[in-house]
């Protein structure tokens, strides 16, 4: 028998190993898969993202775990993923806020936006909601205006945290229709809207799907969405007009690294399962739409979303050393 040279086993050595990489990738996934969320449970990001894992476990015959990893305003959780294996079975799902406003806010951050991670989809896009809680006089924006600016610094206002869209929401308001409110930071979307549930504060801005149970069920009162027109899923509700609007989505990234077919993959399972009629619907109910995304077209568009969050960081004063 021919004994081979040590170029040639060092080749074979390459072979055996590109072709156990091939059968590992087409195999996958061959355990549970898990979505880090960086957000608090009952928050539209959470939300979304269990939806969408329990459809994506049904296809795939594996189990999706949504592990919640909430600190630092998102920071924890996305920074635990960028250090995390590129093996296909971690990945972030996370708001816009803590991908995009983070890098603008923070002089300090555990990942980079656009090296550390490899972007999927986008799951859905969710209008944001000015609801005050029902025994708030104002009705409307304007009479939130006029009671703001007769009652200055004394109309608080409550966010997620520091920072968070709903913070920056929050001041762009201030800003834009001069009235002086005072911000008051919770630890999550969830507990912002508990509490101006229970009367303890009047105002919040909250994304549809974590508010929009308390305002069909009274709870709170909605003022207007924020937006320059009013949404599809609830046309009823009036727009705060273009001074005020914003979209907001929800994504799903892969460490920077993740095999590509991995990447393709997940992509077109989680394409299949959003198209659904049953998960449009189930998206709608959340108050959230899905969106036409795919790993190029999210990739694009994040340079410009960068750079359009941190002027507006950059308005508002905002920032966290």
């Known amino acids: 028998m021919k004994s081979l040279t040590p170029k040639s086993a ?20 061959g355990k549970p898969i898990t979505f880090v969320v960086p957000q608090a449970p009952g928050g539209a990001n959470d939300v979304i993202a269990r939806a969408v894992a ?12 949504v592990e919640n990893r909430p600190g630092a305003n998102g920071n924890l959780g996305t920074g635990q993923v960028a250090r ?11 708001a816009q806020s803590a991908y995009t406003i983070n890098p603008a806010l923070y002089a300090r951050l555990p990942f980079d ?51 968070t869209l709903n913070h920056l929401l929050g001041e762009m308001l201030k800003k834009k229709k001069g009235v002086n409110l005072l911000h008051v930071p919770y630890k999550g979307a969830s507990a912002a809207a508990t509490d101006v549930v229970a009367g303890q504060l ?34 009823e509700i009036p727009a705060l007009g273009k001074e005020l609007a914003v979209t907001s989505w929800y994504g799903l990234f892969a460490p920077a690294g993740t095999p590509q077919p991995v990447v393709d993959k997940l992509y077109q399972s989680i ?4 198209a659904k009629p049953e998960m449009s619907e189930r998206l709608k109910t959340l108050g959230a739409e899905r969106v036409d995304s795919n790993p190029q077209s999210f990739k694009a568009m994040l340079p410009a979303e960068l750079a359009h969050w941190k002027q507006v960081v950059k ?7």
């Open 271 to 274: 394409r299949a399962v959003l």
């Open 202 to 235: 009047p105002v919040t801005f909250g994304s549809f799907p974590g508010v929009m149970p308390f305002v069909s069920s009274g709870k709170l009162r909605v003022l207007g969405v924020a937006s320059d027109k009013p949404s599809t899923l609830a046309p």
């Open 10 to 29: 060092v080749s074979f050595a390459l072979l055996g190993l590109l072709s156990g990489a091939v059968f590992a990738q087409s195999d996958w996934p």
């Open 54 to 65: 329990q459809g994506l476990g049904n296809t795939l015959g594996q189990p999706v775990i």
């Open 113 to 163: 936006p656009i090296k550390d991670f490899t972007p999927v989809m986008q799951l859905a896009v969710a209008p944001y909601l000015l609801v005050v809680n029902p025994n708030f006089p104002a009705k409307n924006l304007n009479e939130l205006v006029v009671y703001a600016k007769a009652h200055p610094g004394k109309v608080e206002y409550a966010s997620a945290g520091n920072g």
């Open 84 to 94: 995390s294996a590129a093996d296909g079975y971690t990945f972030l799902v996370t």
């Open 315 to 321: 308005d508002s004063g905002a920032h966290i050393d």
